[in-house]
């Protein structure tokens, strides 16, 4: 059977012809070294952003370097919630739960207010906060177990309730346990990272009193993030292109389709709830230690929907999607904060910011009618040598030979790509 090949022109015949999406195809098409050639200075860029103190980003009512540590843990829940939402399609309205309690784990075992003060017995002050971490990412994983093992056989709008509940629990009990958490006064002096302590800055960089913009504590917090966010995102990246990604997907978009053809369901979402969850933890932990300071009142519905709206509005299942959708919530309230007038218009700033949420409701309603899949939405390729498959694709569409194209790819790999493809040959295996 002969095939032939036509030049597809840019913008027709497909899905999605975006700006968003012909940034994205390119970028797919790059080879690794070069997406790491591009990223790292970009990454480098955007790190120096808050001592660049661009005219047209910086903030005016509010300091550009909090701002920014505020969206890099804005930006580690969006990747931890999409784990559980984009990648695996589980409604989870109550994500805030384990950001708490991530929080807490950490305000618990550092913070003088607390009985369960470990920093005055044998944790270091200096690297109590940094010891903490890893069981503030470990209790929160044990906590998505606990809730996921009797609340995952639910779908749709009955998990969304369960765990909506759950996070107003946690709220609850952080409330009323005033002989652990303090209740409402809440726990203070919560161990940071000290490092580069001076003279002049006696607790270090990390220290809420060090406010030497712009070499603040603000831009300290925001490049510790980025570390974060960088280790996250390779973390969570090998696991979609594994089996339990490729699973992942199997179950949203069709869980009965992938338990027929004998995906464990089951154990992939518990797996998808748990790394959620660690994350979270991982999040709220960092953010105990940058405000010093944890209240129940900052962990209420309202911050889980929050969330949630960052990755809906940046693309579910986009990793780098998500994290756009986290600085957009995060970064234009606070570009209105203080504004009196905008391109020589005056404004309110102030009472811009304040209908943030009305703002954001409605550009959700636009997004779900003209843009569904969310601004940078995520295009599922084969999942197995989907790099190699798609750069072929694209020199067959640009005039040369496919066949030749295809059998130098499937030269490198198995004989039979899709033996390890939970649903193969399904859509899931195919570019949406």
Same mark, same amino acid.
């Given at each position: !059977? ?21 940034? /994205? ?15 790292? %200075? ?25 701002? !920014?540590?505020?969206?890099? !843990? ?13 990648? *695996? ?13 991530? *929080? ?10 607390? %009985? ?36 995952? @056989? ?16 946690? /709220?609850?009990? &952080?409330?009323?346990l005033t002989t652990i958490t303090q209740g409402g006064r809440g726990l203070q002096g919560v161990a940071f990272p000290y490092f580069g302590g001076t003279d002049k800055n006696p607790d270090g960089v990390f220290s809420a009193g060090n406010s030497d913009a712009p070499w603040n504590s603000g831009l300290w917090w925001f490049w510790l993030s980025i570390v974060l966010i960088v280790i996250v995102l390779l973390v969570v990246g090998?696991?979609? @292109?594994?089996?339990? =990604? ?8 069709d869980e009965d389709a992938a338990e027929i053809m004998g995906v464990p369901t089951f154990k992939f979402k518990l797996w998808a709830f748990m790394i959620g969850a660690a994350i979270g933890g991982l999040s709220g932990a960092l953010y105990a230690g940058q405000v010093q300071f944890v209240v129940p009142t900052n962990f209420n519905v309202i911050n889980s929907m929050f969330f949630l709206c960052a990755v809906v509005l940046g693309?579910? =299942? +986009? ?11 995060? $970064?234009?309230? +606070? ?14 700033? +102030? ?16 997004? !779900? ?20 498959? $798609?750069?072929?694709?694209? /020199? ?6 496919? &066949? ?29």
């Amino acid at each position: !059977m002969t095939t032939t090949t036509a030049s597809v022109p840019a913008g027709k015949n497909r899905p999605y012809s975006g700006t968003g999406d012909r940034l /994205r195809l390119w970028w797919d098409a790059q080879a690794r070294p070069t997406q790491w050639l591009i990223g790292v %200075p970009f990454i480098v860029f955007i790190a120096f952003l808050p001592v660049l103190r661009i005219p047209v980003l910086t903030t005016v009512g509010t300091d550009f370097g909090g701002v !920014m540590a505020q969206f890099g !843990m804005i930006a580690l829940v969006a990747i931890g919630l999409n784990v559980v939402v984009g990648s *695996a399609g589980l409604l989870d309205l109550g994500y805030v739960g384990f950001y708490a309690i991530g *929080a807490y784990t950490v305000a618990l075992l550092t913070s003088p207010d607390s %009985p369960w003060n470990l920093t005055d017995q044998w944790l270091s002050q200096r690297w109590a906060w940094l010891f903490c971490v890893p069981i503030a990412i470990a209790i929160t994983a044990i906590s998505g177990l606990i809730l996921g093992s009797p609340t995952l @056989r639910l779908r749709g709008d009955y998990l969304a309730i369960v765990t909506l509940g759950f996070g107003e629990i946690v /709220r609850l009990l &952080a409330d009323n346990l005033t002989t652990i958490t303090q209740g409402g006064r809440g726990l203070q002096g919560v161990a940071f990272p000290y490092f580069g302590g001076t003279d002049k800055n006696p607790d270090g960089v990390f220290s809420a009193g060090n406010s030497d913009a712009p070499w603040n504590s603000g831009l300290w917090w925001f490049w510790l993030s980025i570390v974060l966010i960088v280790i996250v995102l390779l973390v969570v990246g090998n696991l979609e @292109r594994s089996r339990v =990604g490729r699973a992942w997907i199997a179950i949203r978009e069709d869980e009965d389709a992938a338990e027929i053809m004998g995906v464990p369901t089951f154990k992939f979402k518990l797996w998808a709830f748990m790394i959620g969850a660690a994350i979270g933890g991982l999040s709220g932990a960092l953010y105990a230690g940058q405000v010093q300071f944890v209240v129940p009142t900052n962990f209420n519905v309202i911050n889980s929907m929050f969330f949630l709206c960052a990755v809906v509005l940046g693309g579910q =299942g +986009n990793k780098l999607g998500v994290i756009l959708g986290a600085f957009i919530i995060v $970064y234009l309230p +606070n570009f209105f904060q203080g504004r009196t007038s905008l391109f020589g218009i005056p404004i309110d700033g +102030n009472d811009i910011a304040g209908y943030k949420y009305l703002f954001f409701g409605i550009a959700l309603i636009v997004l !779900m009618i003209f843009r569904p899949q969310g601004l940078f939405p995520a295009r599922q390729k084969l999942l197995a040598y989907s790099r190699g498959l $798609y750069q072929a694709a694209r /020199r067959a569409a640009l005039g040369g030979d496919r &066949a030749t194209s295809a059998a130098a790819v499937l030269a490198d790999g198995p004989a039979d790509a899709s033996s390890d493809v939970p649903g193969a040959g399904t859509k899931d295996g195919g570019d949406r």
